[in-house]
């Protein structure tokens, strides 16, 4: 690939799977979200979409300077890159299982197994790419405050039914 095609690429990689939780999210914002007991700290829903976008950006970006400098997969990018891909997987499955599911306490889980798989990435970009893991460090601040946020809407909202 070109030297400007594969960066596209791997920032646009990380998008795809917020645009497809962005489908699941706003079915779900009316219908459900919106009814539930919110605390008044919480961020407007616009901000969201805003804050998603850029912060994939990043993190894709990141991955591609890895990904450049550590030799691809089969060089010392190999294990950073699997942390990263770990940790994108929980991030799209967070969407479908708070919004999808209605299940703030399993995305909660699924927050914290997120949570360190991406320190996880920030600690192994470090080795191969000073920049990509200072790239992360937005991320990583997001998360907390989401992960704060799902936890305040699980225990706010003790009505809904989980297994």
Do not use: C
Request: hydrophobic content about 50%; cysteine-free.
């Amino acid at each position: 690939m070109s030297d400007y095609v594969r960066p596209l690429a791997m920032i646009l990689l990380p998008n795809l799977g917020g645009f497809v939780g962005g489908f699941i999210t706003r079915r779900n914002i009316k219908t459900w979200y919106e009814g539930l007991k919110l605390p008044s700290w919480r961020p407007p829903n616009k901000v969201f979409p805003i804050a998603w976008t850029a912060l994939y950006s990043s993190m894709g970006f990141a991955s591609y300077l890895v990904w450049r400098d550590g030799e691809g997969f089969g060089g010392d990018a190999a294990t950073p890159l699997a942390w990263y891909t770990a940790q994108l997987a929980l991030n799209w499955a967070w969407t479908p299982l708070f919004f999808g599911l209605h299940s703030p306490k399993w995305a909660f889980v699924n927050i914290v197994f997120m949570w360190g798989a991406i320190v996880g990435t920030i600690y192994t970009f470090h080795g191969v790419n000073e920049t990509a893991a200072y790239l992360l460090l937005p991320y990583l601040g997001w998360v907390s405050f989401a992960s704060a946020l799902n936890y305040r809407i699980w225990r706010d909202n003790p009505s809904i039914k989980e297994e």
